[in-house]
């Protein structure tokens, strides 16, 4: 197997995993109110992606990011955090970490030879689903957030980080 789609896999795993724990870290703020069951719906969606590059670890012979310890506590810190500030708030999260996650995705389709379609195929339905959450986060007045423009950036930096760490350790 491919030290590159060891490194696809391992790092998908990570960023789902992180946005498991944002939703997470989401609902347990906003739950019970009138966003808990679309949150609950990104959620179950980000489950069962980090459960398939769950599978795709041990069948590619890759292993798990060192960092999953810290993106435990860091993504759902993130997701009561920017819950706390507001709905709109923690739509502002999801939309800055979906538009980061499309064109994670996108490069590693784009990177990817026709004798992997399968892991290509997975991706880009998973990417698809990512851009629901995106739009589900601006039908919900995710632009409208307090300091939308830097709240945004610094979310998208902290995404492309954890992606560049997540792949290297």
């Known amino acids: 197997m491919s030290e590159k789609i060891k490194r696809f896999v391992r790092v998908d ?48 012979r890759s292993r798990p990011t060192a960092m999953l310890p810290f993106w435990h506590v860091a993504g759902f810190a993130l997701g009561a955090i920017t819950a706390a500030m507001g709905e709109k708030a923690a739509m502002a999260c999801t939309v800055a970490v979906e538009e980061t996650i499309d064109e994670h995705y996108a490069s590693q389709r784009d990177a990817l030879n026709e004798d992997e379609s399968d892991l290509k195929e997975t991706i880009e339905r998973f990417r698809l689903e990512e851009l629901e959450h995106r739009d589900i986060g601006l039908e919900n007045g995710a632009e409208q957030a307090p300091a939308y423009r830097l709240l945004s950036g610094l979310i998208k930096a902290g995404c492309k980080a954890a992606i560049r760490i997540s792949e290297a350790v």
């Open 13 to 60: 795993h990570a960023g789902e995993y992180g946005a498991e724990r944002i939703y997470a870290g989401q609902l347990a703020v906003l739950g019970r109110g009138p966003k808990g069951d679309l949150l609950r719906h990104m959620l179950e969606q980000e489950t069962v992606h980090k459960q398939t590059f769950e599978t795709l670890i041990a069948e590619r």
